[in-house]
């Protein structure tokens, strides 16, 4: 059992940034890969970003390439997403998620363990 509780969402400028922090508790969360969606109003929540048990194999999707960055700290069980050059189109509930060790990818069911959510607006 994975427990998941994100932070540090906000409201910013475009072309400002913000770093989320997903802080996990339970037994598992070194063996765990962990991604980040997001869901804006009325949209399907969507594939962010995704990084390994290990701390590799991340992979982000096309609309954050070169923007945001995902990071882990095992030691501290915690996962966080840079959010630079943030964009209006960026605004969304922002979810981390964990899968089991290599399960996870680009797809929502991936993930068994999920957190509440925290909320990211940009203002243009």
């Known amino acids: 059992q994975v427990q998941l509780e994100e932070s540090g969402g906000g409201l910013v400028q475009a072309g400002g940034s913000l770093r989320l922090s997903c802080a996990a508790s339970?037994?598992?969360?070194?063996?765990?890969?962990m991604g980040w969606f997001r869901q804006a109003p009325g949209k399907e929540r969507e594939f962010v970003a995704r990084?390994?048990?290990?701390?590799?194999?991340?992979y982000y999707a096309e609309a954050v390439l070169g923007r945001f960055t995902i990071s882990r700290d095992n030691a501290k069980k915690t996962v966080a997403l840079q959010m630079d050059s943030l964009k209006p189109e960026d605004t969304a509930v922002y979810y981390c998620?964990?899968?089991?060790?290599?399960?996870?990818?680009?797809?929502?069911?991936?993930?068994?363990?999920w957190g509440q959510g925290t909320q990211v607006t940009v203002s243009s």
């Open positions: 998620a964990a899968a089991p060790e290599y399960r996870g990818g680009l797809y929502a069911s991936s993930y068994d363990y």
């Open positions: 339970g037994r598992t969360f070194t063996s765990n890969d």
């Open positions: 990084i390994r048990w290990s701390g590799g194999g991340t």
